[in-house]
């Protein structure tokens, strides 16, 4: 519902924001009486309430007041192809018919497996499990297993899922303390925690000789926001590789996204084992552990009784591999294999960051809308040293501290109501825009006109 020009008037973002969004307010309201904050993910806490999504197709979400919105935050990067994609929901549809989860193995975890050995280079063999976070928890038992070493080199902010042992140094400065209260210290006793782009601190970690294995976001923290510099990959896997360590790449986020075989194939560097999830179910729930044969053999029973209870490594979880997320990772990386939705993607992302850009600087404010493949972040009164100084579409920034000091959380709330305000919705954490293969030239032309109404408006209430 938008309100007339005339109704506008006088009215704040907030207000107008409240307005439009009677129904979000009220199941607000009901939700926070059951649920902590009302919330079931903390990245959508949002002043004054968050936005309560309704249906979703192609490019777009309409939330519970009928707003319609171009959806740069599709199921948290999950939805690839965008909502209702017609192979993935026939796929589903076919699936549901036949049953959701038997609990006995099926052959669509065959086909997805080798699709992702056919697309992912050090994919050799693959297991199946339920979230990016367990993936990372599995891969990791599996180097210790491999090595018989214990500890983990883990880089600060680097971001793995919300488990105790990754959950450190991960989100927002200080990032030398736990992310979460509650969390385990007797967890991170196995974490050496290394600096942002530091092949010496991986170095030094590694002569100690007790690491089993590196793990990283090979894109840099927050997959890519703040990105790994020019070399650093190179050189942890030459290290890695000298030292006999098990290189983890954690593409949760960025597999089949930058490319078909996701960052290795864009960068040429082979980790020994990686993560994948989110557009691995095309919006199912679905995450996996691939790579060498010989690694992933920990996970083999071999018959023998003392090695397969001892020294095997046991995995587990109701929801690995179900046939209901598999039915549409098959779908879906059967269209994702030949690389051309991503190259369509990224060219897309590069005119709206260009976009976005020309905005900024028309509207005189400090700020930069950055990022790589198919992302943009915003950073608007942005207190970056190198602004002006870097090329401003992609960040050079090595400061791992400007990550969370880009943008204070007052201001990015009201930037992000702005934006759905003018019929944009880039989830609400972050300013931070996924472009999925259902987003057009035309929507991409009129987020840039959104993001121009949405900066006067923001100049206008004096927030920037
Ligand atoms: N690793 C990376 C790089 C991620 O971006 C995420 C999720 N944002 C995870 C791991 C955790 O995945 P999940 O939320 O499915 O546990």
Same mark, same amino acid.
């Given at each position: 519902?938008?309100?007339?020009?005339?109704?506008?008037?006088?009215?704040?973002?907030?207000?107008?924001?409240?307005?439009?969004?009677?129904?979000?307010?009220?199941?607000?309201?009901?939700?926070?009486?059951?649920?902590?904050?009302?919330?079931?993910?903390?990245?959508?806490?949002?002043?004054?309430?968050?936005?309560?999504?309704?249906?979703?197709?192609?490019?777009?979400?309409?939330?519970?007041?009928?707003?319609?919105?171009?959806?740069?935050?599709?199921?948290?990067?999950?939805?690839?192809?965008?909502?209702?994609?017609?192979?993935?929901?026939?796929?589903?549809?076919?699936?549901?018919?036949?049953?959701?989860?038997?609990?006995?193995?099926?052959?669509?975890?065959?086909?997805?497996?080798?699709?992702?050995?056919?697309?992912?280079?050090?994919?050799?063999?693959?297991?199946?499990?339920?979230?990016?976070?367990?993936?990372?928890?599995?891969?990791?038992?599996?180097?210790?297993?491999?090595?018989?070493?214990?500890?983990?080199?883990?880089?600060?902010?680097?971001?793995?899922?919300?488990?105790?042992?990754?959950?450190?140094?991960?989100?927002?400065?200080?990032?030398?303390?736990?992310?979460?209260?509650?969390?385990?210290?007797?967890?991170?006793?196995?974490?050496?925690?290394?600096?942002?782009?530091?092949?010496?601190?991986?170095?030094?970690?590694?002569?100690?000789?007790?690491?089993?294995?590196?793990?990283?976001?090979?894109?840099?923290?927050?997959?890519?926001?703040?990105?790994?510099?020019?070399?650093?990959?190179?050189?942890?896997?030459?290290?890695?590789?000298?030292?006999?360590?098990?290189?983890?790449?954690?593409?949760?986020?960025?597999?089949?996204?930058?490319?078909?075989?996701?960052?290795?194939?864009?960068?040429?560097?082979?980790?020994?084992?990686?993560?994948?999830?989110?557009?691995?179910?095309?919006?199912?729930?679905?995450?996996?552990?691939?790579?060498?044969?010989?690694?992933?053999?920990?996970?083999?029973?071999?018959?023998?009784?003392?090695?397969?209870?001892?020294?095997?490594?046991?995995?587990?979880?109701?929801?690995?591999?179900?046939?209901?997320? $598999?039915?549409?990772?098959? @779908?879906?990386? %059967?269209?994702?294999?030949?690389?051309? #939705?991503? =190259?369509?993607?990224?060219? &897309?992302?590069?005119?709206?960051?260009?976009?976005?850009?020309?905005?900024?600087?028309?509207?005189?404010?400090?700020?930069?809308?950055?990022?790589?493949?198919?992302?943009?972040?915003?950073?608007?009164?942005?207190?970056?040293?190198?602004?002006?100084?870097?090329?401003?579409?992609?960040?050079?920034?090595?400061?791992?501290?400007?990550?969370?000091?880009?943008?204070?959380?007052?201001?990015?709330?009201?930037?992000?109501?702005?934006?759905?305000?003018?019929?944009?919705?880039?989830?609400?954490?972050?300013?931070? $825009?996924?472009?999925?293969? @259902?987003?057009? %030239?035309?929507?991409?032309?009129?987020? #840039?006109? =959104?993001?121009?109404?949405? &900066?006067?408006?923001?100049?206008?209430?004096?927030?920037?």
């Amino acid at each position: 519902m938008t309100l007339e020009p005339d109704k506008q008037l006088g009215m704040t973002i907030e207000e107008e924001y409240t307005a439009t969004h009677s129904k979000s307010q009220g199941l607000y309201r009901r939700a926070k009486e059951v649920i902590p904050s009302g919330l079931v993910h903390d990245v959508r806490h949002m002043i004054p309430f968050p936005v309560y999504m309704d249906r979703g197709a192609g490019s777009k979400v309409w939330d519970v007041d009928g707003n319609e919105y171009i959806d740069y935050h599709p199921g948290h990067g999950t939805y690839i192809l965008g909502y209702r994609n017609p192979a993935i929901v026939e796929a589903i549809k076919k699936q549901l018919d036949k049953g959701i989860e038997f609990g006995s193995c099926n052959e669509l975890e065959i086909r997805a497996a080798e699709l992702v050995v056919e697309m992912i280079p050090c994919a050799e063999q693959v297991r199946f499990i339920g979230s990016g976070a367990e993936a990372n928890m599995l891969a990791i038992r599996i180097a210790r297993a491999y090595t018989g070493k214990d500890k983990v080199i883990k880089f600060r902010g680097h971001w793995h899922g919300a488990f105790d042992g990754a959950g450190f140094a991960a989100v927002s400065a200080p990032f030398d303390v736990p992310y979460s209260a509650g969390t385990s210290k007797e967890a991170f006793k196995d974490v050496l925690l290394a600096n942002h782009n530091s092949s010496e601190d991986v170095r030094r970690f590694a002569e100690r000789g007790d690491v089993a294995c590196v793990i990283m976001e090979p894109t840099g923290a927050h997959h890519g926001m703040m990105p790994n510099r020019l070399g650093f990959i190179e050189e942890v896997r030459q290290i890695t590789k000298e030292m006999g360590i098990v290189l983890i790449w954690d593409e949760v986020m960025t597999n089949f996204k930058l490319a078909a075989g996701g960052a290795q194939e864009v960068t040429g560097v082979i980790p020994d084992l990686v993560t994948l999830g989110k557009s691995l179910g095309c919006g199912m729930v679905v995450a996996a552990v691939a790579g060498r044969k010989q690694i992933m053999q920990q996970l083999a029973f071999t018959g023998d009784k003392r090695h397969d209870r001892y020294q095997r490594v046991r995995s587990q979880g109701t929801h690995s591999g179900t046939p209901i997320a $598999l039915a549409a990772t098959v @779908a879906g990386l %059967e269209i994702l294999k030949s690389g051309e #939705v991503q =190259a369509r993607m990224n060219r &897309l992302t590069g005119v709206l960051r260009k976009g976005l850009n020309e905005q900024i600087k028309k509207h005189n404010v400090r700020g930069c809308a950055y990022g790589d493949y198919s992302i943009v972040r915003i950073f608007l009164n942005h207190n970056c040293p190198y602004l002006g100084k870097c090329d401003v579409e992609h960040c050079s920034n090595p400061d791992l501290e400007m990550l969370d000091a880009g943008m204070e959380a007052s201001l990015r709330s009201k930037v992000i109501l702005a934006l759905l305000l003018n019929g944009i919705n880039c989830g609400l954490g972050l300013v931070e $825009l996924f472009v999925s293969g @259902a987003i057009t %030239e035309q929507d991409i032309k009129k987020t #840039v006109e =959104a993001f121009d109404r949405s &900066l006067a408006r923001l100049k206008a209430e004096k927030v920037l």
